[in-house]
């Protein structure tokens, strides 16, 4: 079964969470004045909005409707038949995989884009791990006109040639990182001329970039205030399909790495929970090697050489090295304030799965088998989290409405799963 | 803009031209108690029905809900000013290809699986070329829970490891064509053994497997008449999408091969010019390497060794050596007797384009940083002479409503994009 809205009910505002928190955000230690001044402006004024409501510019919500919003809600009806739930039980997977460029991403990239556009900039520059958000922003460029610079975790850039391709296909420059453009780069080459990089380097090489061109922005793809914001459009779109049906979701699941696609969805029922007592078990999936939100909740670098300022943050280090996954877009150290501050007030539970991932996998390989959608690597740990859920209530005798966010679709990851299912 | 129905609002039956056609279909020449044998039953009753209105079943319609359908329509907006076409030429693109597996063959797949378990069989065999059908069926088979054997063209099974992977994760058995398997495949591995097969092959190889196995049917992604009936359920919802915003076509085009995809898009407008005068231009977009609509309009086999009945058809020749080309959907000898007899009554316009496929992927990289979807290669046929139309109205000051069908994705052929364009 297939539930969905027209594209002319597409949600028509964005919900900002900060005016509904019990607590307020803590503040950002360090030197904003940079951040102003490589980040795209409105996005900064919408990271400490306190406007609980954010419209969404007309042109901008075409574009939405252009890249496939609103996108379906699928009731996995064969899964929870394989998994022999009793009524009761229902699981609701929601479509981001329905993407031009395979995930989320698009939603921020598209409004990050136009807002670029807006305020006369050319070009942006981004960093990218696993290559969803590259891809992304490449595809948001090209739609609106700008050049678009991609600096790329080498380790993933070297094996993940479809998904290079992808984006120069977009016309986007892609330089694997860390690269001869910019300092920290160049030093970390010297060191060792194959260095793998992490997404903390292509942080800091994305900065330094833009830093050193005129009329150039800097997008971020995950942690910040507003990134989530413009995801918030998935949970709008969840909620008003779901409403379609007469439901309510006991249960929200995600996999988390810096929290944008979990936000995105949980967000918006946040809200209800805060503002109309609303009881909901929000569930975050993530990998045992970079289980950030069971790390230390302090302040820390966003980036890997401390050129972004400091959040306080869920985090595991800016400066640990994290075990490779075939999840990449999970591979970050610390988890988007937000988030963890939920995380902190207890509103969060965590569940991990081996580095291995072959328990995942083996799940994704569940989920296509009986509801035919080919999972990103990310997204096989929400629906992980999501089975075991269901099976958790099926034992327990509970009645649960589970609502999942399958973030993208892995038609350009079949090298992953073949690596650990050998398939 | 993106312009949908509602899954509830999915059409309830396929339109079968046969009854509404100037002129009957001519015969099928040959033995058909083989193809009576080794079809699904409940389509050779659909192959020659003279209803023209056949009714979906209610679990196979939420099973086309549970694939994604209603498929978007999207109006191409950023291309139709990339081209500076004037009002009055407006560009239309269904979205076959938000597929579970990548393209439309899913519709035909879905439904003879269904009907194959209704009629108790257990397995499911086929052929495939580009590898867009096996993995329809691959699919299709998984959801109704029925074995699946496919064989599949070496030259193609070679090079497409993530498709190959994605079958496997399916479940499915996947061999390269010709294989051990079959007296005609091994007959030809000693002539050559890396023998580098074709469609005609891999037919004769999945008749012959069918042949010898009990529950065993076999499944055919184009051609037939029933496999343009299920596909049908594009055109219709086109057609219902359109209608939301009184628009009609003046011009419906689409790549052709077999003929599927395009029948599936233009026949219920066919249907329309028979049963009500309306005047629609219907242009088929092929490889000159391929271009069946070119040759000779005669009695011939579908299959290589001549195993399956012969059709009045426009054909190559059922042994011709066809040129490689990265579209490799439309690399296939004949075309369907429907399509073929449209054309023989001179209802259908062949625009043919260069083996090299240059020009087309040219198109298809301004499709995607235009609109931002990325076509697979043979779609890239479509959005080429959809280009080529929009352009030939502006000059000569026309209006026209034009709609094309963008049959499936491109997340698995960058490899052919790169190869071609030196991406």
Not at 128 to 138: F, I, P
Request: proline residues 6%.
């Amino acid at each position: 079964m297939q539930i969905n809205i027209l594209p002319e009910e597409l949600p028509r505002c964005w919900y900002n969470i900060l005016p509904d928190l019990p607590q307020p955000l803590p503040e950002v230690k360090g030197d904003l004045s940079v951040a102003a001044k490589i980040l795209v402006g409105e996005c900064v004024n919408q990271e400490f909005s306190n406007q609980r409501w954010i419209a969404i510019p007309e042109e901008l919500w075409l574009n939405f409707q252009k890249s496939g919003r609103p996108r379906p809600l699928f009731r996995a009806t064969n899964l929870e038949k394989a998994l022999k739930l009793p009524p009761g039980i229902e699981l609701y997977c929601k479509g981001e995989f329905q993407s031009p460029t395979g995930s989320h991403k698009v939603n921020t990239a598209l409004t990050q884009a136009f807002f670029a556009k807006k305020e006369g900039k050319k070009r942006l520059v981004t960093e990218t791990g696993a290559g969803q958000w590259g891809s992304a922003l490449a595809y948001a460029a090209s739609l609106m006109e700008l050049d678009c610079t991609i600096y790329w975790v080498r380790a993933v850039y070297n094996w993940k040639k479809s998904r290079r391709y992808l984006m120069k296909f977009f016309g986007a420059k892609v330089f694997a990182s860390p690269s001869k453009n910019t300092e920290v780069g160049r030093n970390l080459l010297k060191e060792n001329p194959s260095h793998p990089g992490s997404l903390g380097i292509a942080i800091s090489e994305s900065i330094e970039d833009v830093l050193s061109h005129p009329d150039t922005v800097y997008c971020l793809g995950s942690v910040l205030n507003c990134v989530l914001l413009h995801q918030t459009i998935i949970g709008l779109e969840a909620k008003a399909q779901l409403q379609k049906i007469n439901r309510y979701p006991d249960v929200i699941i995600s996999c988390v790495g810096g929290g944008s696609n979990f936000g995105g969805l949980a967000l918006p029922f946040f809200g209800d929970l805060f503002r109309e007592g609303k009881k909901i078990k929000f569930v975050a999936a993530q990998s045992e090697g970079a289980a950030n939100l069971k790390g230390e909740y302090r302040y820390n670098f966003a980036d890997y050489a401390g050129l972004a300022p400091q959040f306080k943050m869920y985090t595991l280090g800016h400066q640990t090295k994290l075990p490779p996954i075939k999840g990449d877009g999970l591979r970050y150290h610390g988890c988007s304030p937000i988030i963890s501050l939920l995380r902190h007030l207890g509103l969060i539970e965590v569940k991990t799965y081996p580095t291995d991932e072959k328990y995942v996998f083996e799940k994704a390989r569940l989920f296509l088998r009986t509801e035919g959608w080919l999972l990103a690597p990310e997204s096989a740990y929400s629906a992980a989290a999501a089975i075991d859920e269901a099976e958790r209530a099926k034992e327990a005798g509970e009645k649960k409405i589970i609502l999942f966010n399958c973030s993208g679709h892995g038609f350009m990851d079949m090298e992953g799963y073949h690596q650990v299912l050998r398939l």
